[in-house]
């Protein structure tokens, strides 16, 4: 069992069990930090070394019948957070590394309402909200916490969004699922350390059990608008269920919870529709579909098409992909290791471990890539890079890339992007994308679409790649927020007019004539330096409730972003982006940016900074009135 497991973290689970601190002076010690590195870069002997005094420690702990010492004290607390990096880790992190790690049991982003609203008042609430994926199941399980009424309505049959509807082969989770998955829900049950999709929908269906966030749900029941009345301090939401029969529901609050990665995009080729054989999203995957013998044609190499092109190549007859443009990879060795039964069984009986192990995930992912992401205007090959780390990436990545390929100069160019490091989505690769490409049935065509025939698809050259299935990983309508819904708002104001190709949203969450709106995974809270989404979700979240404890405490309370408190806001929002790599001139198409190139979808912020900002509604920034 202790095979498994990250020797880090059992060290620390180790002071738990016997009190003595000496154990983070000692010579074997994590040596420093990095992304999925889970061994702090110890060596074998160390490691070894730890695992064996692990053994006399468990057995003590478990002869002892279980009983822990008392717990580390804050300072104590504060030296092994430090140990278990390598480094020391800035002060203003601590009360967000505190509340991650959970170590007291509490779970600090619940949010417990002011004891003065009774619970008539509560019930006289309700909450809408739109969607039983992450976020919402989340904002259920929260609301449901706080006793307040709430109703989840979802399109799909199943609850899980994102990982109930993306079920093409290979689609799995790219932040390590212990880290990715609710902090006060951990799971010890995960089979790979970063799942596959079946795992993840099973895990958020479980969630929405465990919970009891289901009895609430509506599935298979679309919202096609809301209304606000102004003079009621109410909206009405309009769905239309499967049937196509219509209903309304009416709410004192909405929640947007559709994500942005819901609506799927097919770019519009000519001839698309005269295509003879099957056409398929990646998003709207068909198992019925064989693929097994037959020729099929993926378009895109981002995320999905990373995923797929590799588990699908050995059975098809030929595979030819489509590439617009090259992604950046990194080397994560580990991508797609099966945990061992060491790591459930360490979760489930060693004190702490699995907090710690959380923790080793979450911390490189916490703002440590921003630096890499950061332009310096100093840096003089700005053409290449945006400074001299961000340069130092790119030579890694290339030098990753070039080491797999071996001596075929013409895919080495075809696969290196020329755009800079870390522009666009980076994907972890630990070899199988490139192996897949210099596959004898794979091709790879970098010459661009022009149609589609009956038959296939044509090249800018005038070749036609005749094909059977033909997969579109074009990704999604992600800077259309709240599409296609029809959401207005006080004076008639309609939301898609507002915004235009520039959604925004302070803090990714509230706009103004929005009265008693939330968007949770709104404009500009994508995550590309780090993190997770459950993370943000978790900030959302716990800022949503704030608003509903001030809306519970007033009559029919109604709560408006402030239009200057907005706009303030965005120009921050704008100031910061244009100091990051995301705009950089070589990145001719992002789905990170609207038609006129602005970064809308993602967020420039360091993760510290919004968790700190979400903690609580600043009342400053909304007209908040009453009703009655
Ligand atoms: C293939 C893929 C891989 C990903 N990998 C990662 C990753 O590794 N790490 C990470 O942090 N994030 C990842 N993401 C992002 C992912 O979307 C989020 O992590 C998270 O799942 C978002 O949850 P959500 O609930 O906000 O949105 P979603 O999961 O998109 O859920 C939105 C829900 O709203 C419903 N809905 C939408 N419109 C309506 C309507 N009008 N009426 C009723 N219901 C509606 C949808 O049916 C859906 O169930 C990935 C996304 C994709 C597509």
Same mark, same amino acid.
């Given at each position: ?90 002060? $203003?992190?601590?009360?967000?590394? %505190? *509340?991650?790690?959970?170590? =007291? /049991?509490?779970?600090?982003?619940? #949010? ?118 102004? $003079?009621?301090?109410?909206?009405? %939401? *309009?769905?239309?269920?499967? =049937? /196509?029969?219509?209903?309304?529901? #009416? ?378």
């Amino acid at each position: 069992m202790l095979d498994d497991l990250s020797v880090p973290a059992l060290l620390l689970s180790m002071v738990h069990m016997t009190g003595d601190e000496t154990i983070l002076d000692g010579p074997d010690r994590p040596l420093g930090n990095y992304l999925n590195e889970v061994q702090g870069f110890m060596s074998p002997e160390s490691q070894a070394a730890v695992r064996a005094r692990a053994l006399d420690v468990i057995r003590s702990f478990r002869d002892g019948g279980h009983q822990l010492p008392p717990p580390p004290t804050p300072a104590t607390l504060r030296r092994m957070m430090d140990f278990l990096l390598g480094q020391e880790i800035p002060e $203003e992190y601590v009360p967000l590394l %505190v *509340e991650e790690l959970e170590l =007291d /049991g509490v779970d600090l982003r619940e #949010v417990v309402l002011d004891p003065t609203i009774g619970a008539d008042v509560k019930e006289a609430f309700h909450v809408v909200v739109i969607g039983a994926g992450m976020s919402g199941l989340l904002a259920g399980i929260r609301l449901g916490q706080a006793g307040i009424p709430y109703t989840i309505v979802e399109k799909n049959a199943g609850a899980g969004g994102t990982w109930w509807e993306n079920r093409y082969p290979g689609c799995r989770v790219d932040v390590g699922n212990h880290f990715y998955c609710y902090s006060f829900a951990p799971d010890d049950h995960w089979t790979e350390f970063f799942a596959q999709q079946p795992e993840l929908q099973a895990y958020f269906d479980h969630c929405m059990h465990r919970y009891d966030v289901v009895s609430h749900v509506r599935f298979g029941t679309e919202v096609m608008r809301a209304r606000w009345d102004d $003079e009621e301090a109410r909206w009405t %939401v *309009e769905t239309r269920g499967a =049937d /196509g029969a219509t209903s309304t529901l #009416v709410g004192n609050a909405v929640v947007s919870a559709v994500g942005q990665l819901n609506r799927p995009k097919i770019p519009d080729f000519p001839g698309l529709d005269s295509f003879a054989g099957t056409v398929m999203h990646s998003a709207r995957w068909d198992p019925e579909v064989a693929l097994a013998g037959r020729r099929v044609a993926v378009v895109g190499t981002g995320a999905s098409a990373f995923q797929v092109v590799p588990t699908i190549a050995p059975d098809v007859e030929r595979l030819t992909v489509f590439q617009r443009s090259a992604p950046w990879m990194f080397p994560n060795p580990h991508y797609h290791d099966a945990v061992g039964p060491g790591v459930p069984w360490a979760i489930r009986h060693l004190p702490f471990y699995g907090r710690w192990y959380r923790f080793l995930l979450f911390w490189p992912a916490c703002d440590g890539g921003l630096p890499a992401m950061r332009v310096d205007p100093d840096w003089p090959h700005q053409d290449r890079a945006v400074s001299e780390i961000n340069d130092a990436a790119r030579e890694f990545f290339t030098g990753w890339m070039a080491e797999q390929i071996g001596d075929d100069p013409e895919l080495l160019a075809k696969v290196v992007p020329d755009y800079v490091c870390l522009g666009k989505r980076t994907l972890q690769d630990n070899g199988t994308w490139l192996t897949a490409l210099t596959r004898e049935n794979v091709e790879l065509v970098t010459e661009p679409i022009t149609k589609i025939t009956s038959a296939g698809v044509v090249d800018a050259t005038g070749t036609e790649h005749e094909v059977d299935v033909l997969v579109f990983a074009t990704g999604f309508h992600a800077n259309r927020y709240l599409w296609p819904m029809e959401i207005a708002g006080r004076n008639g104001m309609v939301l898609s007019e507002q915004w235009g190709d520039e959604p925004t949203a302070n803090l990714g969450i509230t706009m103004p004539n929005f009265p008693n709106l939330f968007c949770l995974y709104g404009p500009g809270t994508n995550l590309a330096h780090g993190g997770s989404m459950i993370f943000h979700g978790e900030c959302q979240v716990r800022y949503l409730m704030g608003c509903l404890e001030q809306l519970l405490l007033r009559p029919n309370g109604v709560m408006e972003c402030r239009q200057d408190a907005h706009d303030t806001y965005i120009e921050r929002f704008d100031a910061e982006h244009a100091g990051m790599i995301w705009s950089h001139p070589s990145i001719r198409n992002s789905w990170y940016r609207n038609e006129a190139g602005r970064v809308t979808v993602l967020s420039p912020w360091r993760l510290v900074d919004y968790w700190a900002w979400t903690r609580q509604p600043n009342l400053a920034e909304f007209d908040i009135s009453s009703r009655g």
